[in-house]
């Protein structure tokens, strides 16, 4: 099997594809995969070039913290949730979310989707007893991993615009929730900066590793107006 994977050395570089070969477990993670190719004594790319280690980002290696979000195959996942078994034909592509700036081969800056929630004042409260039948909706939202893998994929997401995109219409809902119904700045930033900009593709809830219905926070916010 033929492992092709975007490169980059650092954010001003030029980037190229490299080409590693792997014959390991077929049952393994892409994680996994890049593990394999990492930890060999001399990297070598598969015309037997020396190659420098791939540089990559994981914490849990569980699914549960969307450090290892990229590009597999042309499909927004996470490394460590997506299977060699499971992939079709007999190259792997890797490549890095294509809507952050790159740090280095498959490491990206998500620093955005922080600011993004930081201007407009998103916070976890407290749950509310009059707002007891949203709580398994709130329950859901609240394991967004922000790994931008919603971002990648929404057709309307560009960096740097005034649409922040579909954890944001999440998160919007959880910050309105949590202020007993009261939150009338969230309703105005939501508005401004989610609802003006989405044609309700609904690709983001196709990719998202936690499976958060954004749907179901869109209708509770446009109920809401
Ligand atoms: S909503 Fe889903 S895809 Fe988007 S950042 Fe959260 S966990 Fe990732
Ligand atoms: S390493 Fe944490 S989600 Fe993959």
Known sequence: MKVKIKRQQHPGAEPYWQTFDYDGDGNASVAAVLDYINYRDDIVDSDGNAAERISWECSCLQGMCGGCAMVINNVPRLACDTFV???????????????????????????????????????????????????????????????????????????????????????????????????????????????????????????CPMNISTLAAMAKMNRNH
């Open 85 to 207: 078994r499971d992939l079709k034909g007999s190259v792997i592509t890797i490549e890095p979310l294509r809507k952050f700036p790159v740090i280095c081969d498959l490491v990206v800056d998500r620093g955005i989707i922080q600011e993004n929630l930081r201007k407009i004042n998103t916070y976890i409260g407290e749950y509310h007893k009059e707002t007891e039948k949203d709580h398994e909706l709130e329950y859901q939202i609240g394991r967004c991993l922000k790994c931008g893998l919603c971002l990648e994929a929404c057709p309307n997401y560009v960096k740097g615009e005034n649409f922040y995109g579909p954890l944001f219409a999440n998160d919007s809902f959880f910050v309105f929730s949590r202020s007993k119904g009261s939150g009338k700045q969230i309703k105005t930033d939501y508005n401004e900066h989610f609802a003006k900009g989405c044609s309700k593709s609904l690709a983001c809830e196709k990719v």
